[in-house]
T-cell receptor
Framework: AQSVSQHNHHVILSEAASLELGCNYSYGGTVNLFWYVQYPGQHLQLLLKYFSGDPLVKGIKGFEAEFIKSKFSFNLRKPSVQWSDTAEYFCAVIGGGYQKVTFGTGTKLQVIP | DTGVSQDPRHKITKRGQNVTFRCDPISEHNRLYWYRQTLGQGPEFLTYFQNEAQLEKSRLLSDRFSAERPKGSFSTLEIQRTEQGDSAMYLC??????????????FGSGTQLSVL
């Protein structure tokens, strides 16, 4: 069964600091990986996704994520965070064929001006 | 608004009562998911449909939970004999993807259930 682990539950950064949120998945075969974001008071929405090809994926608002197959990881990064990046970030996976989307527990990011 | 809509937004019920939630996906979206989310946790998978077919139901769900999508459009989630542990935000999401590679979920605002 597919699963996702996010080890950072709550991250506090100052504006302009660099961000890296960890995500590890558990599935032995082909995977599709996602990062979703939930801004305060808003719906969950897709930030970026990986399905094949270049393991470095770029998403909206300057976010990127790198798929490292040997480490079963898909960490989210941003070189310089802004106050508006304050949100909860969820890593998600689809393993093998076209199954259900499974989410991690999420990381709350708080950016201090 | 042509997004995913859920009704009601909030539901307060007494333990032992039955509740039903409705989800209207984006028109023509073939996949519909139900998730449950509690404070500090990510969306927990409950069940999902491809058109009207229910493809999978979480083994964590008891028989008190049932979902339908009779015509492949809207869906209902019913919880019978509610328990305090059922208190959570129930999220619905839909997608138009044909393959995992172009999967993109659109979420509704959710139904916040409080069981007293």
């Amino acid at each position: 069964a597919q699963s996702v682990s996010q080890h950072n539950h709550h991250v506090i950064l100052s504006e302009a600091a660099s961000l890296e949120l960890g995500c590890n998945y558990s599935y032995g075969g082909t995977v599709n990986l996602f990062w979703y974001v939930q801004y305060p008071g808003q719906h969950l929405q897709l930030l970026l996704k990986y399905f094949s090809g270049d393991p470095l994926v770029k998403g909206i608002k300057g976010f990127e994520a790198e798929f490292i197959k040997s480490k079963f990881s898909f960490n989210l990064r941003k070189p310089s965070v802004q106050w508006s990046d304050t949100a909860e970030y969820f890593c998600a996976v689809i393993g093998g064929g076209y199954q259900k989307v499974t989410f991690g527990t999420g990381t709350k990011l708080q950016v201090i001006p | 608004d042509t997004g995913v809509s859920q009704d009601p937004r909030h539901k307060i019920t007494k333990r032992g009562q039955n509740v039903t939630f409705r989800c209207d996906p984006i028109s023509e979206h073939n996949r519909l998911y139900w998730y449950r989310q509690t404070l500090g946790q990510g969306p927990e998978f409950l069940t999902y449909f491809q058109n009207e077919a229910q493809l999978e139901k979480s083994r964590l769900l008891s028989d008190r939970f049932s979902a339908e999508r009779p015509k492949g459009s809207f869906s209902t989630l019913e919880i019978q004999r509610t328990e305090q542990g059922d208190s959570a935000m129930y999220l619905c999401a839909s997608s138009l993807a044909q393959f995992a590679t172009n999967e993109k979920l659109f979420f509704g605002s959710g139904t916040q259930l409080s069981v007293l």
